[in-house]
């Protein structure tokens, strides 16, 4: 049983975090004050001399949060369900307006530059608890030696899973269309429902691209570090013409520590939103960046250079220090590769709709603009009816999901079950007798137990791993369009000769 004096205490203790990390005047901080004492329903605050001085150690508010939450559920103010939408409604009581916070990344940008500014913005996000850090630090991560370039494997527990009960109950709730979709303007400050996040601590800064309106926001999932969500304000299906390229390469004039990429415009191949044109970038340094070109080519302009890069999956290089000669080449390749069919290895542009798509990154390094294309395509077949060029049948235990831009430049983020599934593979590999025959990984356990029994935890784990890294690697082998065998490379140069014609032209 909490007491009222206990929760007054207590939003003392999470004011404190709020006035030292959003910088609040003393009459923003009164503000916030009388703001949270009527969110917990307190007519006033406690008498007490509340010690706040570990307070200011904390790098995230969640355990300040937690008791607040305990105590709102307890008086029956939410119910367990609403917990999350409950403390961005606390957080949100705190956090700065959007145009102030706006005001203050222009003054830092303005004093120290760019990245200075992107960090601050950064920090907030994660002091707001917009970006739940504390749970995306439970998440695994490992890195996977490979042979052109060890690949960053997650394990994503940071999205919690629902269970029945509460599957059943938000199926029942009525149908809302507001806002459009997850990467809406209209998100900014709203309250959220049961089955649509709480937005009152989102926080998204101004760009101009291609002369339109657009907007930076951090992602609340945080996959790598500063991972970033580049959206149009106008909600419109995503496209993938010369327009992208331009947006693309000027976001990185603007942002040249960061990279940028898009995922391309069709199903299986594409992100999971399609109807809302939007980018992702931040600041890390993906596997795919760490690789070298394989090999060079003519490219037929004088400004722009084009090259194979020697990755798991079909990319074309270009390489530029015009922006603008860049972004017509891009274009013409994007334009080239809509059309083109290689089918002696099985590559088809067009069945009963187009299936050739290409997902761009691009990236600056000093005066260079590189733009990485990755070549797409989303045909299936009665083999592969989940797609030819996607993570074929056998890895479907460890990966079912579409491969979007993130995981094609290396970066795995398997769902948060497999934590469970291969504790449960550990027993049976050190010896425990299970029947499995039903599992989806059948086969996984099948030839890991041929390695013999695992003496120790640490060496069954370790088998997983191995497993499961080969796994990923073999999975961006699917998606590569041009596979790295004789046939495979005759055809991926082929069409860097008809790209090298479709320029000249
Ligand atoms: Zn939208």
């Known amino acids: 049983m909490i007491t009222k004096n206990q929760v007054a205490c207590d939003v003392e203790r999470l004011l404190a975090f709020g006035v030292k990390n959003f910088a609040l005047s003393a009459e923003d901080a009164e503000f916030a004050h009388n703001a949270l004492l009527d969110l917990v329903r307190l007519s006033e605050p406690t008498k007490d001399e509340v010690d706040v001085a570990d307070v200011y ?5 969640h355990t300040l949060l937690a008791p607040i939450l305990d105590y709102a559920e307890q008086e029956g103010i939410i119910e367990s369900a609403e917990r999350p939408l409950y403390d961005a409604k606390l957080m949100g009581a705190m956090l700065p307006k959007p145009s102030q916070v706006i ?110 309106e657009w907007y930076v926001q951090f992602s609340p999932y945080v996959y790598y570090n500063q991972h970033c969500i580049v959206f149009s304000k106008e909600h419109r299906a995503m496209t993938m013409n ?59 302009d004088s400004e722009v250079r084009l090259g194979r ?105 398997l769902p948060g079950r497999l934590q469970r599934e291969c504790a449960e593979i550990a027993e049976i590999l050190m010896g425990k007798d299970a029947d499995y025959s039903a599992s989806v990984h059948k086969d996984m356990i099948d030839t890991l137990k041929k390695q013999g029994v695992a003496a120790t935890r640490e060496e069954a784990d370790a088998r997983i791993r191995a497993f499961i890294n080969e796994t990923c690697v073999d999975i961006l082998r699917n998606t590569a369009v041009f596979k790295e065998d004789e046939a495979g490379l005759a055809a991926f140069r082929k069409f860097f000769q008809e790209i090298y014609k479709a320029v000249k032209a």
């Not at 150690?57 to 508010?61: K, R, S």
């Not at 327009?243 to 069709?266: I, M």
């Not at 990319?315 to 530029?320: G, H, K, N, Y």
């Not at 797409?376 to 491969?403: L, Q, V």
């Open 57 to 61: 150690l904390l790098d995230t508010p």
């Open 103 to 212: 005001g203050e990344y222009n003054r830092i940008k303005e004093e120290k530059g760019v990245q200075a500014a992107m960090d601050w913005f950064y920090k907030l996000c994660i002091d707001s608890n917009y970006i739940r850090i504390a749970d995306v630090r439970r998440n695994l991560e490992w890195k996977a030696s490979a042979e052109k370039a060890d690949l960053v494997i997650t394990v994503n527990l940071s999205k919690p899973e629902k269970d029945n009960k509460e599957i059943a109950r938000l199926k029942l709730l009525p149908q809302v269309a507001y806002p459009r979709c997850m990467l809406c303007f209209e998100n900014l400050g709203y309250a959220g429902r049961l089955n649509f996040p709480a937005r009152q601590t989102l926080r998204f800064l101004p760009l101009t691209l291609s002369e339109e």
């Open 242 to 300: 010369e327009k992208t390229f331009d947006r693309l390469t000027q976001f990185v004039t603007e942002f040249p520590h960061w990279f940028v990429g898009s995922n391309a415009c069709l199903p299986i191949v594409g992100g999971s939103i399609l109807t809302h044109e939007h980018y992702q970038g931040g600041g890390y340094e993906m596997p795919m960046h760490t690789c070298e070109v394989a090999e060079w080519f003519e490219s037929g």
């Open 309 to 413: 890069l020697n990755w798991y999956n079909s990319v074309v290089r270009l390489e530029s220090t015009s922006r603008e000669s860049l972004v017509a080449y891009a274009a013409k390749v994007n334009e080239l590769w809509k059309g083109y069919s290689a089918p002696e290895v099985g590559v088809l542009a067009e069945t009963d709709a187009p299936h050739n798509a290409v997902t761009p990154v691009a990236r600056k390094k000093g005066e260079v603009y590189i733009l990485d294309l990755v070549l797409r395509n989303n045909r299936t077949d009665e083999t592969y009816p989940d797609g030819i060029f996607h993570a074929h049948p056998e890895h479907h235990n460890i990966k079912k999901e579409g491969i979007g831009l993130i995981e094609a430049m290396g970066l795995f983020i």
